[in-house]
């Protein structure tokens, strides 16, 4: 079989490579000019930055797929178990030592607030019955509602109605603890005060294996499985934008891609590892969607967008963790900004990224490699990044020199940026979104723009916009699903 693949992410890859192991012809398209989608690497000035996700966790569903193709991962990519896996500080001084030491997230709970350890404890069982009724789901199609109706009763018992903020609420008191408890949901789009309590599982995620670097970065892991996919023979072109999936008149079903360049790739099936959005409404005729009508589109709730500053220091911040999360002075009001009211708030919330901690590779010799990232409203709100982006480095920049990080606008000898313009216009993200279609409930599981296109037959989607969603284990469980649809058993 034929299968053409858009888009070199990592859900992408996952579907190209399960499918290439199993004896498929297939083949890679990607817009850019490197792989890896979000993944991408900027290199300038002997620093390295990962442009995107930099969070591994579950590392055994990368494993998997060196797995199903002969081989071990450690082969290809070094990955290390990090401790912390984050600092997260606060305005006050605080801050909470996040590690998989039970004992010792037990006991930072009872330094912030002793009345608060039972509650804790209480939330961690409560999140280890979610990851086991939720895990299960992660790598199952809900393709059709008989899937929904087989885990509503586990839905309805674990009160998945409810958000991750709700969940960590009801168990502790102290507003630092909640914000520790249920910041995640941000790391894969959603906001903590709408997103199901389904992702509060991210917390047994990690305490039970951990959060993972690979050395070299991201990028590193995106080469190490570029390397896997044409070793098995698959075909990867870069610099390569499709500009229509090729859809037969009388049947309806995919045939391929047209690419920009006018040339036809005939394929028996087509994945689209492409945003969600972008895919129904510039790639498929609109007189081939019933169901994915651009009304449809754009009625879905899309996720924040990102502000990113890639910079690199001539001098070493030791102090400063692989991971840190900076809360700001407002929590639940910032994300309502962000979220509901799509306004460009003043004041942020920060997620300050230092891999040299780990891999010092990445910069010279007595240097820093560094991003720091803000979540910001996407496109539907009125901001104008062509003016706003260069101030709102300068506030980020004044805020870490003042708190964190000393003297750092004195230090910083290299430097870019990307802000929702770029998700839009470089990645094709509907809105300049960073992560698709929001992770609430009703945009969950079966709700979820699935892994078959209801409308054209032989076109599937892998990514953060389809079932089960975005961060890296969502994406390779795509890719995993998508593969199974197609025949591929693991």
């Not at 350890?117 to 939720?134: H, K, N």
């Not at 606008?409 to 809105?431: A, C, G, K, N």
Request: aromatic share 10%; glycine share 8%; proline share 5%.
């Amino acid at each position: 079989m034929k299968v053409v693949v858009i888009g070199s992410g990592f859900g992408g890859l996952a579907a190209a490579i399960r499918l290439q192991a199993a004896g498929n012809q297939v083949t890679i398209v990607e817009q850019r000019d490197k792989p890896g989608g979000r993944a991408y690497t900027y290199e300038q000035d002997g620093f390295t930055f990962d442009g995107g996700p930099t969070i591994i966790t579950a590392p055994w569903l990368l494993e998997e797929l060196f797995e199903v193709a002969g081989r071990r991962i450690a082969d290809y990519v070094t990955l290390v178990r990090l401790d912390p896996f984050y600092n997260v500080r606060f305005e006050d001084g605080t801050v909470f030592r996040y590690n998989g030491d039970a004992g010792a997230i037990a006991a930072q709970v009872r330094a912030l607030s002793p009345g608060d350890v039972d509650g804790y404890l209480a939330f961690r069982a409560e999140a280890e019955d979610i990851f086991e009724t939720g895990m299960r789901l992660i790598d199952q199609p809900f393709t059709r509602i008989s899937d929904m109706l087989k885990v509503l009763p586990d839905l309805v018992r674990l009160r998945s109605h409810r958000s991750v903020a709700a969940l960590a609420a009801r168990h502790v008191k102290d507003e630092r603890l909640r914000q520790v408890f249920s910041f995640h949901p941000l790391l894969v789009g959603g906001n903590p005060f709408q997103t199901t309590s389904i992702y509060a599982l991210i917390h047994t995620l990690e305490q039970q294996w951990g959060v993972w670097f690979a050395m070299g970065g991201t990028g590193a892991l995106v080469k190490a499985l570029v390397r896997l996919f044409e070793e098995l023979g698959g075909t990867l072109h870069l610099d390569t934008a499709v500009s229509e999936v090729s859809i037969d008149g009388e049947s309806g079903r995919a045939t391929g891609v047209r690419l920009a360049a006018g040339d036809q790739l005939p394929a028996d099936a087509v994945v689209s590892n492409a945003d969600v959005a972008f895919t129904y409404k510039r790639l498929v005729p609109a007189r081939f969607r019933k169901k994915w009508t651009d009304e449809r589109v754009n009625a879905l709730d899309y996720s924040m967008s990102l502000f990113v500053l890639y910079f690199g220091t001539d001098r070493q911040y030791h102090d400063v963790a692989h991971h840190e999360i900076l809360m700001g002075p407002r929590y639940r009001e910032l994300l309502a900004d962000i979220f509901d009211r799509k306004v460009l708030a003043e004041d942020f919330s920060l997620y300050l990224h230092r891999p040299t901690a780990t891999d010092p590779s990445l910069a010279p010799p007595g240097c820093d490699s560094w991003y720091v990232l803000s979540p910001v409203p996407h496109l539907g709100g009125d901001t104008d990044w062509r003016t706003a982006a260069k101030p709102y480095r300068d506030a980020i920049v004044q805020y870490l020199e003042e708190r964190y990080l000393p003297g750092l606008s004195s230090h910083i000898v290299t430097e870019r940026y990307i802000d929702p313009l770029h998700f839009r216009d470089t990645l094709s993200s509907h809105l300049g979104s960073a992560f698709s279609v929001q992770p609430t409930l009703t945009q969950s599981a079966w709700f979820r723009p699935h892994n078959v296109s209801e409308d054209v037959p032989n076109l599937y989607f892998a990514g953060a916009g389809t079932h089960p969603g975005a961060g890296i284990p969502g994406v390779l469980s795509s890719g995993k699903i998508v593969a199974e649809l197609l025949g591929v058993r693991s």
